[in-house]
């Protein structure tokens, strides 16, 4: 009798709390300020609906001032209560990192803003514990959400058996993320054409449930032929829904076909634009090619500002190409002054990054003392390390470097080491390998295998081996003379360009060598060698043109050309400009 009273008098049936928490619930979207009062007073009476929704109202801001902490308290007052779609929101905030405030009991002082400040990381466990709960609740998006965690989490929750099963379970219920749960991991697995078909079902369900993720996957599959036939106007249709989502591999995939106008009509503003967006996402990829774009130009004149911009922005991305590009750029002063030492830290930037590439350029740098010693011998052990997991060409910058001694002292022995395990692979390390055999370093002289790979090397096209190897031919040395197959060699290495091998094609037609003496085919040479910078070949054009050899007498272009070689401190250039007198028809004094 006297509980009877007592109910009458104080207590709230459960029809009376549901009937004032629908009321609150129809006021929500027009009076979210009255409706957040009024199911505070529910949620402080128990009623979990009401706890979770009050969690919700100060997540979104809607009747209540935003404050994670608050949102996510009231949201595990609702999942401890049994309302799986709070124990799934409370999950997916653990995910995403919650402060430690959230933790703690005391209420939160409304001039305490440390929760702001503090660093959130994500928290698998905890997230594991609440998905679950949802999941085991039936709730769907609970499901798939465990599924995601009992794939991608830490190892001691991971399994993928039944993170399947949850995905399926979720499937089942028509929620698309099971669908992409199940695409994802038969694409994981996938070896066949039909491995690819089967998760491109699961993956198309997901997409048409308007999934970002999906839609990307789809527009891929769709390039590709993977899976389902190719169509590269159905892959462009997705990467656009898919960009639209913001998934940033779809934003540079419709970026690039809109300026390209792959499966789409194009249109290089639209294009720019979402590469711009994908960039910013932190797409390393699309701020390279917006890079590629500004220093190239194209229907515009090249903007080396903005491509030096977007190589940076690309390099801040761990984009290793766009470091070693910026390299490059400050090398050859390309848009801005030149600045071995820029060039120098970004080849280092790109090294470490994982260019091989930048590492031989640091290297190239390292020899030429522009690095200094301290990180050359970084860039030596940077080359050690990739030549012990069998990188040839790294083997053959230690081996250099051994040789050079930099970043560590000369050790010719342990350089020709590195250098012929390099020479397998790599025509600079024949080159190299053999040039050490002929002059004795690291090893006895060895005149023969010197040649033989000397004619290695020139066989691959190296010039610098050509030219040596025609020289070897000259001489005999290490085998037989040869002087017409060394002629040979020697217009190969011309043909490159390589001024020395013009002026011994010069000196070979001079006379004196085992092939036809021919004096106007040697003044074409040393004239091609001479305009190239060679000091000796304008020595010979000096005397050449002074003396009518091969051609005309021409006086005032011999001196011309002693001249120049006499500022390459070329001695008898200034002997033989001497006895020709300064002036023409001026002979110097006997």
């Given amino acids: 009798m006297v509980w009877k009273l007592f109910q009458k008098t104080f207590g709230k049936s459960d029809k009376d709390i549901q009937t004032r928490l629908e009321q609150a619930k129809a006021q929500l979207e027009n009076q979210p300020n009255v409706?957040?009062?009024?199911?505070?007073?529910?949620?402080?009476?128990g009623s979990p609906e009401a706890e979770f929704l009050v969690g919700q109202c100060y997540l979104t801001a809607k009747g209540a001032p935003p404050d994670l902490v608050e949102g996510a308290r009231w949201m595990r007052r609702a999942a401890q209560n049994g309302w799986a779609q709070a124990s799934f929101i409370l999950a997916t905030l653990y995910l995403h990192g919650l402060p430690q405030e959230v933790e703690d009991q005391a209420p939160k002082s409304i001039f305490d803003n440390s929760a702001e400040q503090t660093k959130r990381e994500p928290d698998f466990i905890k997230a594991a514990h609440w998905a679950q709960r949802a999941a085991e609740a039936g709730y769907a998006d609970g499901q798939a959400l465990y599924g995601y965690i009992l794939t991608a989490g830490p190892e001691e929750i991971r399994n993928p058996e039944q993170a399947l099963d949850w995905y399926q379970k979720a499937a089942a219920s028509g929620c698309v993320q099971g669908h992409l749960g199940l695409g994802l991991a038969a694409l994981a697995k996938a070896k066949t054409q039909e491995d690819y078909a089967d998760a491109a079902v699961e993956l198309k369900k997901a997409a048409d449930g308007d999934m970002g993720t999906a839609q990307y996957l789809m527009g891929v599959m769709a390039e590709r032929g993977i899976g389902i036939p190719q169509n590269i106007p159905e892959s462009t249709q997705y990467f656009a829904k898919a960009a639209e989502?913001?998934?940033?591999?779809?934003?540079?995939?419709?970026?690039?076909?809109?300026?390209?106008?792959?499966?789409?009509?194009?249109?290089?503003?639209?294009?720019?634009?979402?590469?711009r967006r994908a960039a910013l996402a932190g797409d390393g990829e699309a701020a390279a090619i917006l890079g590629d774009m500004h220093g190239r130009g194209g229907d515009m004149p090249p903007n080396y500002a903005e491509a030096i911009s977007w190589y940076r922005f690309a390099s801040d991305q761990g984009h290793a190409a766009s470091s070693r590009i910026l390299g490059n750029i400050y090398l050859s002063g390309t848009g801005v002054p030149k600045d071995p030492q820029a060039a120098a830290q970004w080849f280092k930037i790109a090294a470490e990054q994982g260019d091989k590439e930048a590492t031989a350029e640091l290297g190239n740098l390292a020899l030429a003392g522009i690095v200094p010693t301290a990180e050359a011998a970084e860039v030596l052990e940077c080359y050690r390390k990739a030549a012990a997991q069998d990188d040839f060409l790294a083997a053959f910058n230690v081996g250099v470097a051994l040789a050079q001694g930099l970043g560590s002292q000369k050790n010719e022995e342990e350089a020709l080491k590195w250098i012929r395990k390099a020479a397998d692979k790599v025509v600079n390390a024949?080159?190299?390998?053999?040039?050490?055999?002929?002059?004795?370093?690291?090893?006895?002289?060895?005149?023969?295998?010197?040649?033989?790979?000397?004619?290695?090397?020139?066989?691959?096209?190296?010039?610098?081996?050509?030219?040596?190897?025609?020289?070897?031919?000259?001489?005999?040395?290490?085998?037989?003379?040869?002087?017409?197959?060394?002629?040979?060699w020697y217009r190969k290495a011309a043909d490159s360009g390589n001024v020395d091998a013009m002026f011994s094609i010069g000196a070979m037609y001079g006379g004196g060598h085992e092939i036809p003496e021919d004096l106007v085919l040697a003044r074409s040479w040393?004239?091609?060698?001479?305009?190239?910078?060679?000091?000796?070949?304008?020595?010979?054009?000096?005397?050449?043109?002074?003396?009518g050899i091969g051609g005309d007498k021409n006086l005032e272009e011999?001196?011309?050309?002693?001249?120049?070689?006499?500022?390459?401190?070329i001695l008898q250039a200034s002997i033989e400009l001497s006895k020709l007198g300064v002036d023409e028809g001026v002979k110097a004094p006997s």
């Fill in 35 to 45: 409706a957040f009062s009024q199911l505070a007073v529910l949620a402080r009476e």
């Fill in 245 to 275: 989502k913001k998934v940033r591999g779809a934003q540079a995939k419709y970026g690039l076909a809109l300026l390209s106008g792959k499966g789409v009509a194009r249109d290089t503003v639209r294009g720019e634009t979402w590469l």
């Fill in 430 to 488: 024949q080159y190299w390998y053999g040039r050490m055999l002929l002059e004795g370093r690291g090893a006895e002289r060895n005149p023969q295998e010197g040649r033989e790979w000397m004619e290695k090397a020139a066989e691959s096209g190296m010039t610098e081996a050509q030219l040596t190897y025609g020289h070897l031919l000259i001489t005999g040395t290490g085998g037989i003379k040869d002087h017409p197959q060394a002629l040979q």
């Fill in 526 to 547: 040393f004239r091609q060698a001479a305009e190239g910078g060679h000091g000796l070949a304008q020595l010979m054009m000096g005397r050449y043109l002074a003396n």
């Fill in 558 to 569: 011999a001196r011309s050309w002693y001249r120049k070689a006499e500022k390459q401190n």
